[in-house]
Nanobody, 111 residues
Framework: QVQLVESGGGLVQAGGSLRLSCAAS????????MGWYRQAPGKQRELVAV???????NYADSVKGRFTISGDNAKTTIYLQMNSLKPEDTAFYYC?????WGQGTQVTVSS
């Protein structure tokens, strides 16, 4: 079993920054990637960013240049640094590892 616990969400004005954290515990294998997804009301869940154990990263076009995904050396915690936030970034943000999901953390960006 794997447990993923997100933190760091909140309310911020447009142009502001937030840093999300995801602490993973349980049967984590370093050969698998971890990532962040988000889901806005009435929309499908979408990939935001992913990081592999080798440190390679991939981002949705909508967040490139604004968001940065990173992880600690043990890859048991990943982060999402979100800068220049826009109202359209408002969503629940979920941490993902294989088929496991965290409970999500709300990010709200006011205009």
């Amino acid at each position: 079993q794997v447990q993923l616990v997100e933190s760091g969400g909140g309310l911020v004005q447009a142009g502001g920054s937030l840093r999300l954290s995801c602490a993973a515990s349980g049967s984590i294998f370093r050969s698998n990637a971890m990532g962040w997804y988000r889901q806005a009301p009435g929309k499908q869940r979408e990939l935001v960013a992913v990081i592999t154990t080798g440190g390679s990263t991939n981002y949705a076009d909508s967040v490139k240049g604004r968001f940065t995904i990173s992880g600690d050396n043990a890859k048991t915690t990943i982060y999402l640094q979100m800068n220049s936030l826009k109202p359209e970034d408002t969503a629940f943000y979920y941490c993902n590892y294989r088929w496991f999901w965290g409970q999500g953390t709300q990010v709200t960006v006011s205009s």
